[in-house]
């Protein structure tokens, strides 16, 4: 169906491929090489997005609701992470969630209101496409029903009858109210810190880059991360500009530290980026007008417009019909250095990571080969109902 495919090569054939992940989300893509200014556009529909924590709530309602991220879904080996209602689709409720692609069996979702009525009904599974032969993939639960939009709560289940568990944890429900006014005009996605990872100087610096390019939020999923960039985070947090979602999907199951099965086992690709990923689109939707989907390590940046916010506002007038645009990736190696050395500043020495600013070198751009692609999806697109998928 539709996923993200952020690493590993592709084929030209494949581009498509990648076109219809987004687009799922957005309603349309435009393929942008930033060198030939070639324009590759495709139509399509909409969908997807990644998780969300919400402390369990004091007593509004007396339904007791999922603590974390990652809600293991019962008697199954599968996993629900967060609830939105889809305003595109007629108001469905649609729960990203991750499932085990080899205990395939039929779901239900449970959903109540506030007034503790709930309601049990089919489901229509939505297995992404690229799920990289893993086990596990990122998956849509799709809510069959009418009139859902007052429910506030839902679960999934493989109780056709939905008794009623008031144990059972419930995912509180998200986008209830479609929002015309963005709180934030770009967010950034990152998907998943995980490991010992603490390079700081390069966290930091790509943040502050971000800001200066007109960037007012950032997500990033944290699985784990090393101690001085656990303290970066707490002060990029405290500012404002960081919101750090708790992604323990390694309490779960054993996530492959890569995409490529025969070189990375485990259970899910890379940490579940696919989920994530998904879910901070969907998370953003009626929240910020532009999404960039992409790595702590990759920066786009403009070379005719001081910041990305005009970068989009010039791009999308420029292109009415496009929800998403994909920018080629170039890498810059960290093997070459500038060379006046007017960059290495003794007070960084002693922080961890690397100087991005010493590497200013790009690596001619690969004509034959596929130059993988970050994504901005423009949420205005996203969020009218205009595209109705499938
Ligand atoms: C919520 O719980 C607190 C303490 O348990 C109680 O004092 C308060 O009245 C409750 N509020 C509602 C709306 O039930
Ligand atoms: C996925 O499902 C298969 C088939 O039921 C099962 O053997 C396997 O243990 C499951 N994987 C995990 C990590 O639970
Ligand atoms: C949803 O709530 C509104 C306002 O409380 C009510 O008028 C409407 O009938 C409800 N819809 C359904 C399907 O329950
Ligand atoms: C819409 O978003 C704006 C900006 O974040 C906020 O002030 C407003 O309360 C939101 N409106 C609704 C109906 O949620
Ligand atoms: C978003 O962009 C508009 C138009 O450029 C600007 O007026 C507004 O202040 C920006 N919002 C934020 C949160 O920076």
New binding site residues.
């Given amino acids: 169906m539709e996923q993200i495919r952020t690493k590993g090569r592709m084929e030209k054939g494949k581009k498509v491929l990648l076109l219809l992940f987004i687009i799922s989300i957005i309603g349309m893509l435009v393929f942008m090489h930033m060198d030939g200014h070639t324009y590759y556009v495709q139509a399509h529909p909409t969908k997807r997005a990644p998780p969300p924590i919400k402390p369990p709530s004091k007593n509004k309602s007396k339904i007791p609701e999922a603590s974390y991220s990652i809600t293991p879904i019962k008697d199954s080996n599968h996993f629900m992470v967060s609830a939105f209602i889809d305003h595109r689709l007629d108001g469905v409720i649609r729960v990203i969630s991750i499932v085990n692609r080899s205990s395939l069996q039929p779901l239900y979702c449970s959903y109540c209101s506030t007034e503790q009525v709930c309601k049990t009904v089919d489901t229509d599974v939505q297995i992404h496409s690229d799920h990289f032969s893993y086990t596990y993939g990122a998956s849509d639960v799709i809510c069959k029903g009418e009139h859902m939009q007052n429910a506030t709560h839902v679960l999934i289940t493989t109780d056709k009858e939905g008794s009623v568990d008031h144990k059972m944890e419930y995912l509180p429900i998200k986008n209830k109210v479609v929002n015309e006014t963005f ?3 770009f967010t950034i996605c990152i998907s998943n810190l995980f490991g010992d990872y603490n390079n700081v100087l390069q966290f930091a610096q790509t943040m502050e880059m971000y800001k200066l390019l007109g960037v ?1 939020h950032v997500v990033v999923y944290k699985t784990s991360c090393g101690p001085d960039l656990e303290k970066l985070l707490k002060h990029y947090e405290t500012e404002g500009i960081l919101e750090i979602i708790s992604w323990p999907i390694d309490q779960f199951l054993n996530p492959a530290r890569g995409w490529n099965i025969k070189r990375h086992k485990g259970d899910i690709q890379y940490f579940g980026q696919l989920i994530t990923l998904n879910e901070c689109i969907y998370r953003n939707m009626y929240q910020s007008k532009y999404i960039l989907l992409n790595d702590i390590d990759e920066i786009i940046m403009p070379y005719k417009h001081t910041n990305l ?1 005009s970068l989009m506002e010039d791009l999308q007038p420029a292109h009415p019909n496009i929800g998403v645009f994909l920018i080629e990736n170039h890498i810059f190696p960290k093997t070459q250095f500038e060379e006046s050395g007017k960059f290495k500043r003794a007070e960084w020495k002693n922080i961890p990571g690397i100087n991005i600013m010493k590497h200013i070198y790009r690596e001619p751009p690969q004509k034959k080969n596929y130059n993988p692609t970050k994504m901005i999806s423009t949420q205005e697109k996203c969020s009218k109902p205009q595209y109705i998928p499938r």
């Fill in positions: 709180k934030f005009n007012q916010p």
